[in-house]
T-cell receptor, first 111, second 113 residues
Framework: KNEVEQSPQNLTAQEGEFITINCSYS?????LHWLQQHPGGGIVSLFM???GKKKHGRLIATINIQEKHSSLHITASHPRDSAVYIC?????????????FGKGTKLSVKP | KAGVTQTPRYLIKTRGQQVTLSCSPI?????VSWYQQTPGQGLQFLFE???????NKGNFPGRFSGRQFSNSRSEMNVSTLELGDSALYLC????????????FGSGTRLTVV
């Protein structure tokens, strides 16, 4: 079983829809990151969370430490949001502070 | 300020050769970490350097190595290349080992033929 699980793997939405991407993890963490990767490979760090909720523009990220679960929400989605969204956790257990990544959620927003 | 710079952007090598990739972090960042991304395995941690010292290493064979220089620039080296080493190699820099987040480079796409 992967230490970081994301769902769904693929997501197609119509422009304007509210989108939720989920991330569950099984290790003890010090922080959780949400990353965005566009075709071509470059990765942008969207959020780093250790508790609660953060908001940046139309993006909202939440984390529940007790349930080991995080969600990334996109309000009023737009075709430019089409990308792969990756959840990563910084593990301070056996992996000695490495980043452990989920497999990513490929989002396609249709106009 | 300038972002994280990785060179080269694309590289084609033959099996058995070795390759060196370079990463220049954001000015002032002392931590550089390296990652491999393949379609099958996704993103995987390779190693992390802080002030010229390797702090963490992922589960990769000894053919993968790295170093960091006094100006925080980092290189990673892969010796005796295998077809399975074909991947996007990404580096990220941070000011304090990722405590305040990471800034990623655009990656080096390595193809081994």
């Amino acid at each position: 079983k992967n230490e970081v699980e994301q769902s769904p793997q693929n997501l197609t939405a119509q422009e304007g829809e509210f989108i939720t991407i989920n991330c569950s993890y099984s290790v003890g963490i010090s922080a959780l990151h949400w990353l965005q990767q566009h075709p071509g490979g470059g990765i942008v760090s969207l959020f780093m969370l250790s508790s609660g909720k953060k908001k940046h523009g139309r993006l909202i990220a939440t984390i529940n430490i007790q349930e080991k679960h995080s969600s990334l929400h996109i309000t009023a989605s737009h075709p430019r949001d089409s990308a792969v969204y990756i959840c990563a956790v910084r593990d301070y257990g056996g992996s000695q502070g490495n980043l452990i990544f989920g497999k990513g959620t490929k989002l396609s927003v249709k106009p | 300020k300038a972002g994280v710079t990785q060179t080269p952007r694309y590289l084609i090598k033959t099996r058995g050769q070795q390759v060196t990739l370079s990463c220049s972090p954001i000015s002032g960042h002392r931590s550089v970490s390296w990652y491999q991304q393949t379609p099958g395995q996704g993103l995987q941690f390779l190693f992390e350097y802080f002030s010229e010292t390797q702090r963490n290493k992922g589960n990769f064979p000894g053919r993968f190595s790295g170093r960091q220089f006094s100006n925080s620039r980092s290189e990673m080296n892969v010796s005796t290349l295998e077809l399975g080493d074909s991947a996007l190699y990404l580096c990220a820099s941070s000011s304090s080992g990722g405590v305040y987040g990471y800034t990623f480079g655009s990656g080096t796409r390595l193809t081994v033929v």
